[in-house]
């Protein structure tokens, strides 16, 4: 048995944390992931898995994997660097999406990415939760916000602003907040993942304060919460790129400007260990290229607020 092919399997059932699903990742049967993993710990004489309902590594077997991790990244970028110089991209880039950043952007995106690289075969999974790329099967994720873990490689794409929005009718009905202490008279429609709690997280001189508002909805989709707000039943913190429409067709207007909160960057991260990637590289590159810094959204948001200095509700 190759020694790299066993070495690759035994990384995807590490990172799996199953032989079911390290079948599926690798497109191969169980019966052979067994075999391999079997053939692979009678050649080095040692077990590498505790097997049992969950499956643990053995001191060995966190060993051998983080030394896998290390000899297969470095020929991965080997082999790319050496075929990149004289050939176009090939091979598999394997990527993280968010959920609602894909619908309007990175699918079209993406489709004109491969027309440029026709020998470089994507494999996408798009989703609004978190990818850790030190244990999941990702070359590259690309994240909205903030980034906390700071193991990783970050390449800022564009700013992800964030606006506090409702419509003119729900506006009209329940009045303008003129500060976040106003807010615990307002119908709210919460993000799950940002205000489990019911509570906003608001900048006031500089330092972010917790505010009370009513919750009127709560969802996991950015959709959900504009549909809803352009509906007026409450009042939504929003990223730009999603609500750039409504504000600009006046279906949304902002409000409590000074008190947006952030919503960091949106950028893509990857390992240290793949820092010399050309395909992490290029798939960068073209983003930063596609979406631009300020992005168009953000353009035409400011242009709508700049042009529109007083608005009776």
Known sequence: MNQIVEMQTYIAI?????ITEASKRIGTTKSVISQRMQQLEKRLGVPLINRGRI??????GHEFYRRSIQM????TELEESVRSTHFSLAGTLRIAVPMAFSI?????????????????????????????????NYDVAIRMGQLNDSSLICKVIAPNNHYICASSEYLRKFGVPKHPNDLYRHQGLLYMARE???MWQLPVNGQYQSFRIQTCMRTDSGYHLLEAAKAGLGLAILPGFIAAPAICNNE???VLSEFSPSGGNISAVYKASRRASPKIHAISNFLIEKIGNPPQWEIDIDKTLHSTSSIAF
């Open 252 to 254: 949304l207007q902002v």
């Open 104 to 136: 309007n952007y990175l699918a079209p995106y993406l489709a004109e990415f491969m027309k440029i690289y026709p020998d470089l075969r994507l494999d996408i999974e798009s989703t609004d939760n978190f990818v850790n790329l030190h244990e999941q």
């Open 14 to 18: 590490v990172e799996a944390r199953s």
């Open 72 to 75: 297969i990244a470095e020929l």
């Open 55 to 60: 499956m643990t590594l053995t001191d060995a």
């Open 196 to 198: 489990p709690h019911g």
